[in-house]
């Protein structure tokens, strides 16, 4: 069964930096599997969860506009992985950050998946 587990996740000081994963798992290895999207939420204490950043098999990217300049999300397709590089952190960045995927396998088809929630915190 398909599923997305997130790690990189921490406390750190205003202006530091972290690096989130975001894998894709509970697939045979050596069976076909696309990431068609993958995207980063994060959803602050006492907020909805919010769109950070997202990328496209295409390459189109895109970022909410308080994090423009400041992270950046990738993938690696042979690792099955999406990243998110998030420098010069700020308290207003922290929250659960959540992975959100549409991955096509043979046997599933095209789906969208979350992962379980990672934590970020932004505190000196």
């Known amino acids: 069964q398909v599923r997305l587990v997130e790690s990189g996740g921490g406390l750190v000081q205003p202006g530091g930096s972290l690096r989130l994963s975001c894998e894709v798992g509970?697939?045979?290895?050596?069976?076909?599997?696309?990431?068609?999207?993958g995207a980063w939420y994060r959803q602050a204490p006492g907020k909805e969860r919010e769109s950070v950043a997202t990328?496209?098999?295409?390459?189109?990217?895109n970022y909410t506009d308080s994090v423009k300049g400041r992270f950046t999300i990738s993938r690696d397709n042979d690792k099955r992985t999406v990243f998110l590089q998030m420098n010069n952190l700020k308290p207003e960045d922290t929250g659960v950050y959540y992975c959100?995927?549409?991955?096509?396998?043979?046997?599933?088809?095209?789906?969208?998946?979350w992962g379980q929630g990672t934590q970020v915190t932004v505190s000196s």
């Open positions: 509970g697939v045979v290895s050596g069976t076909m599997l696309l990431i068609n999207i």
């Open positions: 990328t496209s098999s295409t390459g189109f990217t």
């Open positions: 959100h995927a549409n991955v096509y396998t043979p046997s599933t088809g095209s789906k969208y998946y």
